[in-house]
């Protein structure tokens, strides 16, 4: 089911992406040939009545638009050497080649805002609306009343009350207008619910859901003791101990200090997350919120892509990091699995991280592009076309060698 998925999601943002190449070109005088969504055998092609072919590739991980004089096919608008009179302008250029990624952009605005006036994000209720990773008794529309004999009035006291207690709770509930009483697990209990891919445990096969259930021999009940023995233990290798689905296991991990943002070194960490993993009601926002909503979330995209990119290049993070068509499916399956609007969320998450990476100075992607066609202005001539063929060809090689290794990575390990 995945892969229904993966096509869900990424169908329309490639299209979206391509749209913006298409349009903006032919409005700046820039002839379209080709329009594709996909890339190899071909599935389908009509001819509209302007002449452009549209067509459909049987490999959906991308898509071009091919413009007149483009003799790689590439989607670099006017890019025959050969045919200098038909070479467009350096401003429709660049219009066409940043029409992409700003497409993408504005689809994620557009998603965001949707979501947050429609849905909205989460309002500070006590009312449940979905749980993350562990089993409960809680139900959607659970309101919550009590912890342990103790009446809350807020969700933070939800929160706060149960920083001293153990890994499963007795609530009440008001469900349908009766109060229930019922087992739950402690919001504060030690599940984890984000990995640094750049660290030990998920490089040694932690997973989100898994709970922490001692380490080094001794018992964990909270967020805070796992904390507290983690620190405790240094840069010492620690056993940790995790509950899976019914399963024990156990690890071996050795924590690791890393770099802060001010240049100095953390405490040695194993690059776990805990918390949130109770999804209380969602409020939807204001016109005026929902647009400010929309661009903040945005713009958090794209910076948080740059910090990505940033430490791939530096080593911060190793490739295993990254997320090929399978991963993507995945999350795009996993995120459907809890309603239209996660999957909703994580399509506007996707449509940004793929603008600000066509926006990197690579062959084949669209940055690369904007690198030659900044080439041509300066020096008044584009490198010869079998330097293009060559560069072209290596990123084609590059990308679909990337994807294959994260594929066969993601289905075999």
Do not use: C
């Not at 413009?67 to 890019?79: I, V």
């Not at 153990?166 to 609530?171: G, K, L, S, V, Y």
């Not at 805070?224 to 840069?235: F, H, M, R, T």
């Amino acid at each position: 089911m995945f892969i229904l998925y993966f096509l869900l999601m990424m169908v329309p943002i490639v299209v979206i992406h391509e749209l913006g190449h298409f349009y903006i070109g032919k409005w700046s005088g820039i002839r379209p040939e080709v329009f594709s969504v996909g890339f190899g055998p071909e599935l389908w092609r009509g001819t509209a009545r302007d002449g452009t072919i549209w067509r459909l590739g049987a490999l959906p991980f991308g898509g071009y638009v091919k413009f007149a004089n483009d003799a790689n096919g590439t989607g670099f608008p006017n890019m025959d050497v050969k045919k200098t009179k038909y070479l467009a302008t350096y401003g429709a250029k660049i219009a066409t080649l940043f029409a992409g990624p700003f497409a993408n952009f504005f689809l994620s605005i557009i998603i965001f805002f949707i979501y947050a006036a429609s849905y909205g994000p989460q309002a500070g209720s006590k009312v449940i609306e979905r749980v993350y990773y562990v089993e409960t008794d809680l139900q959607k529309g659970d309101e919550i009343l009590s912890v342990n004999g103790q009446a809350i009035s807020t969700l933070e006291d939800f929160y706060t009350m149960t920083q001293a207690e153990d890994r499963m709770i007795d609530i009440v509930v008001d469900r349908d207008g009766q109060n229930v009483a019922l087992k739950a697990m402690n919001p504060n209990a030690a599940v984890i619910v984000g990995l640094d891919p750049s660290l030990e445990a998920f490089k040694q096969g932690i997973e989100m859901g898994d709970m922490i259930m001692s380490i080094n021999d001794q018992d964990v009940i909270l967020t805070s003791d796992a904390i507290d023995l983690i620190a405790e233990n240094g840069d010492q290798m620690v056993q940790i101990d995790v509950l899976r689905g019914g399963e024990n296991l156990s690890f071996d991990i050795l924590p690791k200090a890393v770099e802060l943002e001010d240049g100095t070194l953390s405490t040695p960490r194993i690059g776990v997350n805990f918390g949130g993993f109770y999804e209380t009601a969602h409020e939807p926002l204001s016109f005026i919120d929902s647009g400010k909503y929309a661009i903040s979330s945005t713009f958090w995209i794209i910076t948080t892509s740059w910090d990505g990119i940033r430490d791939l290049v530096t080593g911060r993070v190793g490739i295993d990091a990254m997320s090929g068509p399978v991963g993507i499916g995945q999350m795009a399956e996993e995120s459907a699995s809890y309603g239209i609007w996660n999957f909703v969320w994580m399509m506007a998450l996707m449509s940004s991280a793929i603008g600000f990476l066509n926006l990197l100075p690579l062959p084949i992607l669209d940055g690369g592009h904007i690198v030659l066609i900044t080439y041509e202005r300066i020096f008044g001539k584009l490198p010869p076309q079998s330097f293009l063929n060559a560069i072209f060809a290596l990123g084609f090689i590059l990308l679909m060698g990337l994807m294959l290794y994260t594929t066969t990575r993601e289905l075999f390990g």
